[in-house]
């Protein structure tokens, strides 16, 4: 059976080099311990290791996963969305053509996901068309909030619905790197719980600022299993019905808007994914190993066929068929 890993990262050689040429505009330092290349971006330090950067080394991994296919996505580390105009497009360009490298090396086993400029609207939408049309990329990564703004905000609508209009998949991937939340830092909670709880307020705010009502057809894809969302959609619910400051940009109930999201199945247990299963069904789930960093999934082959109760329509749904749908390829 094939598996497809919809959640897989890299930072190409060009931005790579960007960022060690000028440290303070990208706010990171790379430093060289011996053959060893180190990232440091705030109070975050690791290594870059070749499957970051080397088309091979990631198949290379891929095969020992049990994956035949990954859509190879920015870390957020490459966000950069500080970034003034000129210098955010460019670094965009920088990520965007690393990657195509990337894919066009080895194309058998990989698939490209472009980064945009998202503080510059106009500009995100230039290099989102430019991405598809020139390097043939199925799918943008965004981070869950931009900055300090919200990607509910109404500026980045237009952004969404040209997304919308080119057919292409949006994933969605917290980017708490580098914050200082005091209650979270501590026991590596900035990310435990930080990640997934990034991507719950995202959700929440895209349902319930009315959004997804304009946004019909969009594609997204949200990262770590949903964050909190699967196991807290009914108190939204609720709250929905009961709460008249929940219905003041939307009508439409939270659990119709939540089965508009597509999931990674990167939860960490077996138990939590049936779960995830059983409220949005396996054909808004695909793999997602968040390789190379140490919070992603070693097995995930394993981990899917430990699932309790799963079904081999389930099974074949979240190892491939969901992913091939997202990225509008034929099975």
């Not at 290349?37 to 198949?59: S, W």
């Not at 959700?203 to 600022?209: I, K, V």
């Not at 329509?313 to 992913?323: G, Q, S, V, W």
């Amino acid at each position: 059976m094939r598996h497809i890993d919809l959640h897989n990262h890299v930072l190409p050689e060009p931005i790579l080099a960007a960022m060690e040429s000028n440290p303070k505009l990208y706010r990171s330092e790379i430093r060289r311990e011996g053959n060893k290349r180190m990232l440091k971006l705030g109070h975050n330090l690791f290594e870059l290791t070749p499957e970051f950067y080397d088309a091979d080394a990631k198949v290379e991994i891929m095969e020992r996963k049990g994956v035949q296919v990954s859509a190879i996505s920015p870390g957020p580390q490459s966000f950069c969305y500080w970034l003034e105009e000129s210098d955010a497009v460019r670094a965009a360009r920088l990520v965007n053509d690393g990657i195509a490298a990337m894919v066009e090396k080895r194309p058998d086993r990989l698939r490209g996901m472009g980064t945009l400029p998202m503080r510059h609207p106009d500009a995100a939408i230039a290099e989102l068309e430019r991405v598809v049309k020139e390097l043939g990329f199925k799918a943008v990564e965004i981070a869950t909030a931009i900055g300090t703004e919200e990607l509910a905000e109404p500026k980045f609508r237009p952004i969404l619905r040209r997304a919308q209009e080119l057919k292409v998949l949006v994933f969605t991937h917290p980017n708490t790197m580098g914050s200082t939340a005091s209650r979270l830092d501590c026991y590596y909670l900035l990310n435990l719980i930080g990640n997934p709880l990034d991507t719950t307020i995202m959700m929440a705010r895209l349902m319930f600022s009315g959004a997804l009502d304009e946004l019909k057809d969009l594609k997204l894809l949200v990262a770590h299993g949903g964050g909190f969302t699967p196991y807290q959609i009914g108190r939204w619910q609720h709250g929905h019905a009961v709460r008249p400051d929940t219905r003041c940009d939307t009508a439409t109930k939270p659990l119709g808007l939540f089965a508009r999201f597509y999931f990674d199945a990167l939860t960490h247990h077996p138990q939590s994914l049936r779960h995830l299963i059983d409220m949005v069904g396996s054909d808004h789930i695909t793999i997602g190993t968040d390789s190379p960093f140490d919070m992603g999934e070693e097995r995930p082959v394993e981990q899917l066929n430990a699932v309790p109760r799963l079904t081999e329509k389930e099974r074949e749904d979240i190892a491939y068929r969901t992913a091939l749908r997202l990225l509008g390829e034929s099975d």
